[in-house]
């Protein structure tokens, strides 16, 4: 995967928003600890999370030293951390049809609450979006902590994922015979093979991205700042022909009835159905256990086919997850395919001007062609909302019923939905 970091210099109108509201824009050495541990510091307690200690902070700088790291400072405040950060990165995005497409990954937006509503953010988004535009970059991405905050810079829901209670002793296994061969292991013992699973896991389904060490090993096993690491634990599956091909890490808790503990999956990877069902029936049928939960799973996870008792396995939520927002159309419609042909005038509006025009889009055998035209559109939606179909969830209907699509709703839909729904299985 290739990181961006260095050769990206700050955001000219960015830093001159910042610093009209008496601040300063500046990007952060990764290599100077002393500044990055303030900036850590400080995106740390954006999140709320516990001060990091020593051993945090240097698995933190190990992480997150590749990602291009911006800081904005009050030179006026006696600690001088930061008071706005924000860093970024480009990932490989699994676009329909199997491309990978480079996205401008952005992370770690907090604004301190002491300097909270004064536009840092406004700041700080938009010299990302201007930075990845000007290098040419198609889309950027991101998973949010609020779904309110990033319609207004162009990005839109593109998957959703569901969380899952399962009463596992209601439910009995129902999804026929499984295969290959279940063991526990180590996060250091595995971690090259975890690697590799995901990154197979990753390449095969649209949504999903290419992950860093740091974002893999997270999946794997523990960080240093988990919270309870001793709990967890870790299975890989290997195929009856000895091929690692899945694995679980999973935290399990206590309960005063000693048959009743509760399994909390941090992560199942499975890159194949075998792996799958075979990871899942091991979860539901684990002996003093009660109720396994699992979160970030698709929105077509297939749990309601693999138990006795279809209620028994519960969606606790669905939510939004990866948002996108499309900064080249182009670019970003040709590097997909598309599951039926046709053709349609796409008018895309862009209030930060920069994806913005009207768009022939023509897709034979799957594969689209894109020019830029002056016939009457078809269709007119704002970018956010392309990124919502980009990827082919089913969304367009229901943003054409809010009138955030207009024109040929159904054409749009029936170019763009995919028979699999995207998923990003993680966050970052
Ligand atoms: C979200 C956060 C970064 C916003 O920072 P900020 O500097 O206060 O935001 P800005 O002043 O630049 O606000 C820009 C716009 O977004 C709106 N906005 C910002 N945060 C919002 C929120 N949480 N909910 C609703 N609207 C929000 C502002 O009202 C403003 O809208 P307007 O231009 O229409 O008036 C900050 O509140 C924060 O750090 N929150 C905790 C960490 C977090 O959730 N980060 C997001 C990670 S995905």
Redesign the pocket.
């Known amino acids: 995967m290739s990181q961006s970091n260095e050769n990206v210099p700050v955001d000219e109108q960015s830093a001159r928003e910042v610093e009209e509201a008496g601040l300063r824009l500046g990007l952060v050495d990764t290599s100077d600890a002393e500044a990055f541990d303030k900036w850590i510091r400080a995106d740390f307690r ?2 709320h999370g516990g001060a990091p200690s020593k051993e945090v902070l240097e698995e933190s700088r190990g992480h997150l030293a590749d990602r291009r790291t911006t800081a904005v400072y009050d030179d006026g405040i006696p600690s001088k951390e930061p008071v ?1 950060t924000v860093n970024s990165w480009i990932a490989p995005l699994t676009v329909p049809g199997g491309a990978r497409v480079n996205s401008w990954a952005i992370s770690s ?3 301190a609450p002491t ?9 700080l988004l938009g010299g990302e979006l201007r930075a990845a535009h000007r290098l040419g970059v198609p889309l950027a991405i ?5 779904s ?2 990033y319609g ?1 810079w162009g990005f839109g829901p593109a998957t959703f994922v569901s969380e899952w209670r399962i009463d596992t002793k209601r439910v009995r296994w129902a999804g026929g015979p499984t295969v290959g061969r279940l063991s526990f292991t180590e996060p250091e013992e595995y971690r090259e093979t975890g690697r590799a699973v995901l990154d197979a896991v990753m390449a095969a389904r649209p949504g999903e991205i290419g992950l860093s060490a740091h974002l893999a090993d997270r999946l794997i096993g523990p960080l240093k700042s988990s919270d309870n690491p001793e709990r967890y634990r870790l299975v890989r599956y290997d195929s009856p022909t000895g091929e690692p091909e899945g694995f679980v890490s999973f935290g399990v808790k206590g309960h005063d009835d000693f048959v009743r503990h509760t399994v909390e999956v941090n992560h199942l990877a499975a890159a194949t159905d075998e792996a799958l069902t075979a990871l899942w029936r091991f979860l539901l049928e684990l002996d003093l256990v009660s109720e396994v939960r699992a979160f970030t799973r698709g929105v077509d996870e297939p749990l309601p086919a693999l138990v006795s008792d279809v209620r028994g396995a519960a969606v606790a939520s669905i939510e939004d997850h990866l948002w996108v927002r499309i900064l080249d159309v182009p670019a970003a419609l040709t590097a997909r395919t598309y599951e039926h042909d046709g053709e349609l005038v796409l008018d895309v509006t862009d209030d930060l001007g920069l994806a913005g025009g009207r768009y022939r889009l023509s897709v034979t055998d799957g594969v689209a062609t894109v020019t830029e035209t002056t016939d009457a559109a078809d269709v007119t939606l704002p970018v956010a909302s392309l990124g919502s179909v980009y990827l082919g969830h089913d969304f367009a209907r229901a943003l054409g019923v809010a009138g955030k699509i207009e024109g040929d709703v159904l054409a749009l839909d029936r170019l763009f939905r995919t028979a699999v729904p995207p998923r990003l299985s993680t966050w970052f």
Do not use: P, W
Not at 115 to 123: D, K, L, S, Y
Not at 142 to 146: D, G
């Open positions: 954006g999140f706005g937006v907090t604004v300097h909270r509503r004064r536009g840092i953010a406004r700041a991101l998973t949010v902590s609020e309110v905050i207004r």
